[in-house]
């Protein structure tokens, strides 16, 4: 299910690894080959343009050198009726 949240979370994500990438120096050649991926994968998902799982998204960041030290969640709102 594609929904706002789900494009909000694929760009922030997107952004956090294209700041890396390039604090990092590291190309998407060079995070395809660490992470032992596809470049093309790579960069659909340096476009936004790829849903992917939490855990590809902190392996791609890892790679790319970030540590994520923070991973916040709420409660849904429930309608009070």
């Known amino acids: ?9 694929m760009l922030k994500g997107s952004e956090w ?11 998407q050649c060079e995070l395809a080959r660490r992470t032992n991926s596809s470049r ?10 790829c849903a992917m799982k939490l855990s590809s998204l902190l392996a791609l960041l890892d790679a790319a050198g970030l540590e994520v030290v923070e991973l916040r969640v709420r409660p849904k709102e429930v309608d009070k009726q």
Not at 1 to 9: G, P
Not at 17 to 27: D, F, H, K, N, R
Not at 40 to 49: D, L, Q
């Open 1 to 9: 299910m594609n929904n706002k949240f789900d494009d909000l979370a």
């Open 17 to 27: 690894l294209t700041s890396a990438m390039e604090l990092q120096g590291v190309s």
């Open 40 to 49: 093309s994968w790579v960069t659909r998902v340096v476009n936004g343009k």
